[in-house]
């Protein structure tokens, strides 16, 4: 853990020894509509700054809202599979407050009556259960995105910013919990885990791409500690808009060793937001509010929304196999071996990945592997997600097809991806253009495995003195000689022919 300059911290063991965590987690997710929470403007990722607006997502005088059906049926289905009760009848807010990617000054959100509440999930971690209490899921609508330029990057030594509106009045979903007490030293490991059943659920809602590097999922993490014994509930912090699995375990550390050093020494925690920098440690941001420092009133331009009974049921019937209950049929279903699933959970995205391209008609092993270790090493050395490497769960299962009729070796399969990534088109015509197939005419192999006995004499004489194990030399040869298109298990066989 690296360490801030200014900040005394407490072994994080330690730390636990004294103090109970108290967890506090508030997530945001943003729908993927193809519209705003209130307008018609594009919700495209990208696009030239400020070129996805109108009247009403810049807060001009005189624009009207209008409220976006889908991004509340979207918020149903996400309340429903989060076990919340439905409200027969909720309202907008403002929340008022001030910062240059807020156009109108002011959010759009839900306050005193939200539209789903009272719910809970429980998420694994090494082998303990843990429940996480949902308050509410309440929706609003997502701010603009300030770049600080210069300071590299933050706010902090930023000769100035600049301000792009496009994301402003996205849909917006805010998930908060209830105080998550009970983690015991697992804290932070329990809100990670969390983060990743979120995430996992939204992507099999298909509500949300939940791509925490792109802000479409993004974390406040609050936490407080209570000396042992206690039961009053210590002043929290909250690290804001923290994006990524590995940041919000890190953050949470980080804030307990920092928080217990503080109230050690006699000090007081003060109620405050934290950033997170990625050099390990937080950084105070600003005194937080209250609600009633917000000045929360009635949205007076958007009706209630109440929907029906029987909206909500039909909703509910079209919820998703839970993500827990996928991953253990899946695992049956394709032998998995429990350190082999926690390999596939371990790479974002490889699970409905691997899926797909057993539809597609692939070995479920062969999927894995390719997934798992090829693209996936792929993906990490290009900086970009495992599905967008541009390659195809169809084009996966077409390549180990290729391998399975013998086309293809591993090796060959590989150079293969090479050609399918550089945009040459589907395996076959790849292997076609490039001349990859391997060679099973035996007239082809003969003369090159009767080149490497002549190049070879003492491996040959190993070979007819019994030694077949020698043989690996001269299958390495042809190969070789073969640009790898050689099939290794024939090339085998004509050595031990022609060797005796």
Not at 117 to 124: R, S
């Amino acid at each position: 853990m690296s360490v801030y300059a200014s900040d005394e911290l407490m072994d994080y063991d330690q730390a636990l020894e004294r103090f109970d965590v108290v967890l506090g987690l508030e997530v945001h997710v943003e729908l993927s509509t193809a519209s705003k929470m209130w307008c018609g403007c594009t919700t495209e990722f990208g696009g030239e700054p400020n070129t996805h607006t109108c009247p009403v997502c810049l807060g001009l005088p005189g624009s009207l809202p209008v409220v976006n059906k889908k991004a509340i049926e979207s918020a149903i289905r996400i309340g429903l599979s989060l076990g919340c009760d439905i409200a027969g009848w909720s309202r907008f807010a403002r929340k008022n407050y001030f910062y240059p990617d807020m156009p109108k000054d002011y959010q759009v959100s839900q306050y005193d009556e939200p539209l789903c509440v009272d719910g809970e999930v429980t998420v694994e971690v090494d082998g303990q259960e843990y429940v996480i209490p949902i308050e509410r899921v309440h929706m609003e609508e997502d701010a603009g995105k300030n770049t600080h330029v210069g300071g590299a990057g933050r706010i902090q030594g930023a000769g100035h910013s600049l301000v792009d509106y496009n994301r402003a009045g996205v849909p917006l979903m805010e998930i908060v919990t209830r105080p998550v007490l009970g983690t015991g030293t697992k804290g932070p490991e329990v809100a990670r885990a969390y983060m990743e059943y979120l995430r996992e659920m939204m992507r099999a809602l298909g509500v949300s791409e939940a791509k925490m590097e792109r802000g479409n999922m993004r974390c406040d993490a609050n936490i407080s500690l209570m000396p042992k014994g206690s039961t009053r509930l210590g002043t929290r912090t909250e690290t804001k808009n923290v994006n990524s699995l590995k940041s919000v375990e890190g953050a949470l550390r980080y804030e307990i060793c920092r928080q217990a050093a503080v109230l050690a020494a006699g000090g007081r925690v003060h109620q405050e937001t934290r950033m997170w920098n990625e050099g390990g440690y937080t950084t105070a941001g600003r005194s937080k509010e209250q609600a009633e420092d917000y000045r929360y009133f009635p949205e007076p331009d958007l009706v209630p929304v109440a929907p029906s009974r029987e909206w909500v049921e039909e909703l509910r019937a079209t919820l998703p196999e839970p993500p827990a209950q996928r991953r253990a049929r899946l695992q049956a279903e394709w032998g998995f071996t429990d350190l082999e699933m926690r390999d596939i959970n371990g790479v974002e995205g490889a699970l409905d990945l691997i899926g797909a391209t057993v539809e597609a008609g692939a070995p479920a092993a062969a999927a894995r592997k390719w997934w798992v270790s090829e693209l996936a090493r792929r993906a990490n050395e290009a900086g970009v997600a495992l599905d967008e490497m541009g390659m195809a769960p169809t084009q996966v299962a077409a390549l180990q097809a290729l391998v399975d009729d013998g086309t293809l070796t591993d090796k060959l399969a590989r150079q293969v991806i090479d050609g399918v990534l550089a945009g040459e088109g589907e395996p076959a015509e790849v292997v076609a253009a490039r001349g990859l197939a391997v060679v099973s005419d035996d007239g082809a192999l003969s003369a090159a495995v009767d080149a490497a006995i002549a190049a070879n004499p003492a491996v040959a004489q190993k070979i007819r003195d019994g030694k077949v194990q020698a043989a690996g030399a001269l299958i390495g040869a042809v190969m070789k000689a073969m640009r790898g298109q050689a099939d290794a298990a024939r090339v085998r066989e004509l050595i031990l022919d022609k060797l005796g």
